[in-house]
């Protein structure tokens, strides 16, 4: 029996709903998902398996102007994912280009299969969905163009048969039994940092990083203590907030879905600390995982 397999690699404009499509591809929350921009900042794979395919999703950050070495680690992952797929899902919104104009040249120059998603169809009017196909067909000539709503699964049924039938012949990559490449530790700071998005205004998230620097499995319970790095103490204190009510608030959500997703009860420990300048420290943003221009 023959069998497919490849890496599908989402790209688009901050806010699209890259995220929101992968995890409805993927049936699983991989990804956090919030309104706020700068929402991923790490290259994330979500695996669909069948007998006779593997499809390797990948949910990127959304393509910016670097301000800080942080974004300039964002937008490196962006071009990385440029080099190694075999298929590019562009996502936009409706009128949305991609506000990257070298990157979205190498997208129309290269020769790989390309998916234009138009996602959040159901936030506008017919008229504007046709003409938003139009002018993606015109764009990108050989592109495939689907209308879609990530967020009511509108359209995936059409993007994973497009994506199916572009698989390259190949052996899976990755044990068929897996979800993600990241570990437990990754998926429980994100599900920390999901919160923090949600929480907090202006500066805040965007300063902040989450490390876990313990993840014990026991029977019954997984106990976690988990770090929040911010740059000042202000910001600190914002974080705790008065009486310690936020970083609580910060600990209950998260904890409920943590439990939600190992399917286990779970102790959750936050501590807040200031690590001055985090955003532009080649040093700390390779101990947070990040990878830095040498």
């Not at 709903?17 to 790490?42: D, F, P, W, Y």
Request: aromatic share 6%; charged share 30%.
């Amino acid at each position: 029996m023959e069998h497919r397999a490849g890496f599908v690699n989402i790209i688009g404009n901050p806010n699209v709903g890259k995220s929101t499509l992968m995890n409805a591809l993927v049936g699983e929350k991989v990804s956090i998902i919030t309104r706020k921009c700068q929402t991923t900042r790490h290259r994330i794979l979500g695996l669909v398996n069948g007998e006779d395919f593997q499809i390797v999703f990948s949910d990127t950050p959304g393509i910016l102007t670097p301000h800080y070495k942080l974004q300039q680690c964002m937008l490196q992952q962006v071009e990385g994912a440029l080099s190694d797929a075999d298929v590019f899902l562009v996502v936009t919104d409706m009128g949305e280009e991609l506000k990257n104009k070298n990157i979205l040249q190498e997208i129309k120059q290269s020769k790989i299969p390309v998916v234009v998603v138009i996602n959040k169809i159901d936030l506008s009017e017919q008229e504007k969905v046709n003409s938003a196909i139009a002018h993606w067909q015109s764009e990108i000539p050989r592109a495939e163009v689907v209308a879609c709503s990530a967020l009511h699964s509108m359209g995936i049924e059409r993007v994973m048969e497009l994506v199916k039938g572009y698989l390259p012949l190949s052996p899976a990559y990755y044990d068929k039994e897996m979800l993600t490449d990241k570990s437990m530790r990754f998926l429980v700071s994100e599900i920390i940092r999901e919160k923090i998005l949600l929480f907090y205004d202006k500066e805040i998230p965007y300063s902040t990083e989450v490390s876990v620097e313990e993840y014990k499995e026991e029977d019954n319970i997984n106990r976690i203590r988990a770090i929040i790095f911010t740059e000042r103490d202000s910001q600190k204190r914002i974080l705790i907030g008065r009486g310690g009510t936020m970083i609580k608030k910060v600990g209950t959500e998260a904890r409920k879905d943590i439990e939600e997703f190992t399917e286990k009860k779970c102790f959750l420990e936050l501590i807040v600390k200031v690590r001055k300048d985090w955003r532009n420290s080649d040093r700390d943003l390779r101990s947070f995982g990040y990878e830095t221009k040498k």
